[in-house]
Structure formats: structure tokens, C-alpha cells
């Protein structure tokens, strides 16, 4: 039984949208379900997908906390 989870930013996939829609979480499930039954040939029924949102706040990225990486890299610093 393979659990999947699936970790994004609160921010969801767009500009102004602060979270995944449920027809985005439907796909997220559906294609990785997907690809462990053509992959590993796991049945459908047998695979969780679990998908967390998490605050911006909570994640950082190269040795930033993201809001900080993402304006650097806007501005071309390293």
C-alpha cells in the first residue's frame, strides 16, 4: 500500500489565488495514483495520495525563507 504526499504552498498555482482548487487536488490524486499503477503496478485502490498545503512562511529555500530566495532571485542576487 503506497502512500504519496504531496506537499504546496498555501499559495496555490496562480497569482491571487491563496490555495489548490479541489479539481486541482482531484488531479494531483488521480495522476500520481496513475503513475504507481503504471510504474509499479499498484492497483488504484491500494494507493493514498495525501495532499498538505503549507503557509509560505513555513518553507524556505536555498538557505532562505522562500519570500526572501524569491525577491533575491527577482533582483539577480545570488
Do not use: C, H
Not at 497569482?15 to 509499479?40: F, M, W
Amino acid at each position: 500500500m503506497p502512500i504519496v504526499t504531496i506537499q504546496v504552498t498555501r499559495e496555490g498555482s496562480g497569482p491571487g489565488r491563496n490555495s489548490v482548487t479541489p479539481e486541482e487536488k482531484a488531479r494531483l490524486i488521480a495522476g500520481t495514483s496513475q503513475l504507481l499503477l503504471d510504474v509499479l503496478n499498484k492497483p488504484l485502490d491500494a494507493t493514498y495520495v495525501i495532499i498538505q498545503e503549507v503557509e509560505l512562511e513555513d518553507w524556505g529555500w536555498g538557505g532562505l525563507p522562500t519570500r526572501e530566495f524569491r525577491k533575491r532571485r527577482a533582483a539577480g542576487k545570488p
